[in-house]
């Protein structure tokens, strides 16, 4: 059984910063790449950011100099640091990986931000 577990969500000033976590964990054989997705209420679930096995990483346009997609080492963990973050992120993140080659979805975590 495979799982993601996502952590680092709350409510923040406009300009304030979170750090988002996602643990997977369970029977790995393959993990490649790994993301974050939003969705914000009446909207569609939009990629935010996204990186590779290889640490390479790409960012929607409107979070480009603002947010930061890390793994660790192991590889296991993914991270988005937040910053200068707007009313307009506000939204419920998601963690998106694709482990053992089949797509897997976190719970998701609320971001809240207030101007």
């Known amino acids: 059984q495979v799982q993601l577990v996502e952590s680092g969500g709350g409510l923040v000033q406009a300009g304030g910063s979170l750090r988002l976590s996602c643990a997977a964990s369970?029977?790995?054989?393959?993990?490649?790449?790994m993301a974050w997705y939003r969705q914000a209420p009446g909207k569609e679930r939009e990629l935010v950011a996204g990186?590779?096995?290889?640490?390479?990483?790409n960012y929607a346009n409107s979070v480009k100099g603002r947010f930061t997609i890390s793994r660790d080492n192991a590889g296991n963990t993914v991270y988005l640091q937040m910053n200068s973050l707007r009313p307009e992120d506000t939204a419920t993140y998601y963690c998106?990986?694709?482990?053992?080659?089949?797509?897997?979805w976190g719970q998701g975590t609320q971001v809240t931000v207030s101007s």
């Open positions: 998106y990986a694709q482990i053992n080659y089949l797509k897997y």
């Open positions: 369970g029977s790995i054989r393959t993990l490649s790449g």
């Open positions: 990186i590779a096995a290889s640490g390479t990483a």
